[in-house]
């Protein structure tokens, strides 16, 4: 299975144009950068990738973009990559958005041989709609539109609540590249920390697998108990020093300090987390909530790329390319922290095993609806892990300044935008005022002190009642 080069390694595996590459890593973290570069040397193009993301312009898989060597991708996050976006906007790349846990759990899925299942994620959206824009022209019209989803009502396997689930196929691709810390010569596999992320999944669901490695032992050296992959999924291993890029490297003491009104919103957030609890927090403004929790209160910080007991940013020496959270952020852990793969991280989420989920919105509306991944034509972050989060059956809190930049509201009688999820969000808490979301409507708890009810009215389009112990 060793293989002298990335060439050769791929030569192994067959890979033509036109056929399907399955791709591990999330962000730049565990990516098999030697593999890809050699992909780049080739003539080899049209090719479906599936990924969690697309790198950046100059690294991962941007640089495949770059070379147009790749027609379509399907992925749950476009983030920071403007080549990506613009190709997808441009008409130059088709984009299959997949919300990543129902991404890792069909790769999952592929490799287990079993050719779907149903998940409650994006249930109610235009995911299972149908007519998601998966290639525009240059018109910038949509000129291929995603199919409709099956969808089947099941009761919830933990709350017994009758819920609409749709039926996803899972993925098999033609060859997997993966990252991996150390290897044997049979291809047992160890991964580092949260490097880990969708490397099992995707080596799981390749007909070739090519594992790329840091350290090769004799077999037989590494203990049966640590082998995180089982060697019968690799095919071809290849031994790699390729450089490691951090995608956003955050060291402790680099907490930029909040306007006023955003750190009203952290400062408020906060106390929604109760001590013992298991917590995931969106990327963006809720990621700084912990620095503002109340003192005695201890919590399990969630990062779907793999990690339970996220801790503060490192100090310049403990920066490590391979401890990143789901913001691509670098960051420690805490006493009882445990790593994982992204199927498992989404079986903790969409399993109801996570207490609560804090990430932030475009726009809700009055039944507690949600959208916060896409602008349609404008603005394509992609969903990553929201449409999982706020399908789980959580409770789910939104932080998110009251009005646009423009003053529009962004509390709606009716979301405007595509949802992220249906009668999902329990709780809103902005700059002016705390709602809970009610069988009744819209509950106004609480208002700032510097604010009147009559304000908050002008500025929130649906309608909503008053609490009568209105703090």
């Known amino acids: ?32 950068m030697a593999l890809i570069s050699a992909i780049r040397k080739t003539e080899i193009k049209d090719l479906t990738v599936v990924s969690n993301n697309c790198g950046v312009d100059d690294w991962g898989l941007g640089i495949l973009l770059k070379s147009r060597q790749i027609k379509r991708m399907v992925s749950s996050y476009v983030g920071e990559n403007a080549e990506f976006e613009r190709q997808y906007l441009g008409g130059e790349l088709e984009v299959l958005l997949t ?5 890792a759990e069909k790769l999952r899925a592929g490799g287990a041989g079993i050719p779907g299942f149903y998940t409650a994620t994006a249930a109610g959206t235009i995911l299972q709609d149908g007519g998601f824009p998966i290639k525009y022209g240059k018109d910038g019209k949509a000129t291929l539109l995603s199919d409709p989803k099956e969808s089947k009502t099941f009761l919830n396997p933990k709350t017994g609540e009758k819920m609409e689930y749709i039926l996803e196929e899972s993925i098999v691709g033609d060859v997997s590249l993966i990252k991996a810390y150390k290897a044997d010569r049979f291809g047992n596999l160890m991964f580092r920390s949260t490097a880990r992320n ?20 004799p077999v037989g050296e590494l203990n049966p108990e640590d082998i995180h992959l089982p060697g019968v999924f690799v095919d071809a291993i290849v031994v790699s020093d390729f450089e490691k890029r951090i995608e956003k490297v955050k060291t402790a003491g680099t907490l930029t300090s909040l306007d006023p009104l955003r750190e009203r919103i952290v400062k408020r957030a906060a106390k929604e987390l109760e001590d013992g609890m298991t917590v995931n927090l969106g990327i963006g403004v809720p990621t700084l909530i912990p620095n503002y ?28 390319a391979d401890m990143i959270n789901a913001g691509k952020e670098t960051i420690t852990y805490v006493p009882g922290a445990s790593v994982f793969s992204s199927s498992e991280s989404f079986a903790m989420i969409r399993g109801g095993h996570v207490d ?39 409770r789910v809190v939104v932080t998110m300044e009251h009005t646009t930049k423009k003053g529009q509201p962004k509390i709606l009688k009716k979301c405007s935008l595509p949802l992220t999820g249906t009668k999902c969000v329990d709780r809103i808490i902005t700059e002016m005022a705390v709602f809970d979301i009610t069988p009744d409507g819209l509950l106004l708890i609480e208002r700032a002190s510097n604010v009147t009810v009559d304000q908050i009215k002008q500025a929130t389009e ?7 112990d209105l703090k």
């Open 462 to 468: 649906a309608p909503f009642k008053v609490a009568q």
């Open 198 to 217: 969708f490397n099992p999944d995707v080596a799981r669901a390749g007909k070739f697998t090519i594992a790329e490695v840091e350290e090769l032992v």
């Open 293 to 320: 929790l109340p003192e005695g209160v201890s919590v399990m910080l969630q990062s779907e790329n793999g990690l339970l007991g996220m801790g503060p940013y490192p100090s310049k020496d403990q920066v490590d």
């Open 356 to 394: 609560i989920t804090v990430l932030g919105a475009l726009e809700v509306a009055q039944d507690g609806s949600l959208a916060n991944w896409i602008v349609p034509g404008k603005m394509v972050k992609g969903m990553g892990g929201a449409m999982d989060l706020v399908s789980s059956g959580s």
């Open 99 to 103: 919300p990543q846990g129902t991404l």
């Open 1 to 32: 299975k060793v293989l002298p080069s990335a060439a050769a390694a791929l030569k192994k595996s067959g890979l033509k144009s036109s056929q399907t590459l399955l791709v591990g890593g999330f962000g730049l973290c565990g990516i098999p």
